[in-house]
């Protein structure tokens, strides 16, 4: 892997300084950044955003959320640098306002119904004065330059995966695709374009091709990961229940299963999906 530098090492810092926002001890309450997190998810998933549209608008949201916080308590390296928020300012203000500005302005429905309302509580918890005003203000500013900066970002206009034809090798399309003049397509293919958030180009970390269908690398590699999977088909019974027993164990010793199966087999129905790490459990899934 390439070593990171410049505006690269900057972006990466800046994004590892959001993380810190969220989830580290910051100067803007918890509960704030989180609440507007969840309300970001929810207004997306509202929206009927697909998976690819709802991690661009999350992060888009959160590095506003981050870079109008931080352009008041200067802690960290800023994400865009071009912030200036008047001392004093509120930083729970200025969360607020980033979020809200970066969501209404996406979702101009959602203001209306659910935005205008959820900003109002949100806000009604800091009191009034130039603390708050400032805030306000420096949150709109970040909101508005994070939009600016991903406007022509090449998330948009959509474009889709037309299929090729039905050989080895191509991709296909499934039942739940969508079709656009009468052929079902892949959505999103614009995403390989897009304008990463925290590296300079997607280009750096590309792996390498796969290796061609009629040749020797192809035909070994796939035997051995089909002769792999039949042996790990005859462990899975073993494993799957060995995961249950120490689960089940695990819950009953620190007292959260309350000696009630129920609690037992709801939490063994996750860890199927742990235990699938290492092999497929017992029906046979990966």
Request: hydrophobic share 40%.
């Amino acid at each position: 892997m390439k070593k990171i530098h410049g505006d690269t090492k900057n972006r990466v810092l800046g994004l590892c300084m959001l993380i810190a926002t969220l989830f580290g001890p910051a100067v803007a309450k918890a509960d704030v950044v989180l609440d507007w997190n969840v309300i970001a998810v929810n207004t997306a998933v509202t929206n009927r955003q697909n998976p690819f549209a709802q991690a661009r608008y999350a992060a888009i949201v959160q590095l506003a959320v981050f870079e109008s916080v931080n352009a008041i308590t200067g802690e960290y390296h800023p994400y865009l640098g071009t912030i200036v928020a008047p001392p004093g300012a509120s930083p729970e203000a200025a969360a607020i306002q980033a979020a809200y500005r970066a969501l209404s302005t996406y979702f101009p429905a959602s203001a209306s119904t659910n935005l205008d309302a959820e900003r109002a509580n949100s806000l009604a918890s800091i009191p009034d004065g130039p603390a708050k005003i400032n805030g306000i203000a420096t949150g709109e500013a970040a909101a508005l330059a994070m939009i600016a900066l991903r406007a022509n970002d090449g998330s948009s206009p959509p474009q889709f995966k037309i299929p090729g034809p039905p050989v080895p090798g191509e991709w296909q399309a499934t039942p739940s695709c969508p079709f656009v003049n009468g052929v079902a397509v892949g959505i999103a293919y614009q995403w390989q374009n897009i304008t990463p958030f925290g590296i300079s180009s997607v280009t750096e970390y590309l792996l390498e091709p796969p290796p061609v269908l009629t040749s020797h690398e192809y035909a070994k590699t796939y035997n051995e990961g089909d002769d792999g999977g039949k042996h790990r088909q005859h462990r899975a019974t073993t494993r799957s229940r060995e995961c249950r027993a120490l689960l089940c164990r695990g819950l009953a010793n620190s007292g959260l299963q309350s000696g009630r199966p129920a609690g037992c087999a709801g939490a063994v129905a996750f860890s199927d999906r742990k235990c699938s790490c290492a092999g497929p459990s017992e029906h046979g899934d990966e």
